[in-house]
């Protein structure tokens, strides 16, 4: 890996290839990204369909802060496992705290998806 401050000049062809590769990587090997993403890609289809652009926005909001929660959450326990692979209290605690995050921001997600779901089925 090299020093991201000694590269010179911005590559932005590249940095999309490795947001798509982390991505990929996530979604593959990840099952709670997965079926999120399997769970949201339908419905978000369904209300760009119907042409309901706030509710576009709305769920691609809600289901892009819900991935970046899970991303973040993946990365702090891959992490943590890398530092100290051996039981220990504080990375514990490290690793409970990004889980509740990534907790509430699924709460948030499911809600929204749930109210958008029965909104589009009345929209028909």
């Given at each position: 890996m090299t020093n991201k401050?000694?590269?010179?000049?911005?590559?932005?062809?590249?940095?999309?290839?490795?947001?798509?590769?982390?991505?990929?990587?996530?979604v593959v090997t990840d099952f709670s990204v997965?079926?999120?993403?399997?769970?949201?890609?339908p419905i978000l289809g369904g209300a760009f369909?119907?042409?309901?652009w706030v509710d576009v926005s709305l769920i691609?909001?809600?289901?892009?802060?819900m991935l970046i929660s899970e991303l973040f959450n993946s990365a702090i326990e891959v992490l943590c496992d890398f530092v100290e692979p051996r039981q220990n209290d504080r990375i514990r605690i490290t690793k409970d705290i990004a889980a509740?995050?990534?907790g509430l921001s699924i709460l948030?997600?499911?809600?929204i998806l749930i109210v958008e779901s029965i909104r589009l089925v009345q929209l028909r």
């Open positions: 401050f000694r590269t010179s000049g911005y590559h932005p062809v590249q940095k999309l290839k490795i947001i798509l590769s982390g991505l990929h990587v996530a997965a079926y999120k993403v399997i769970l949201s890609v369909f119907l042409r309901q691609l909001l809600t289901m892009g802060l509740a995050a990534a948030v997600w499911a809600a």
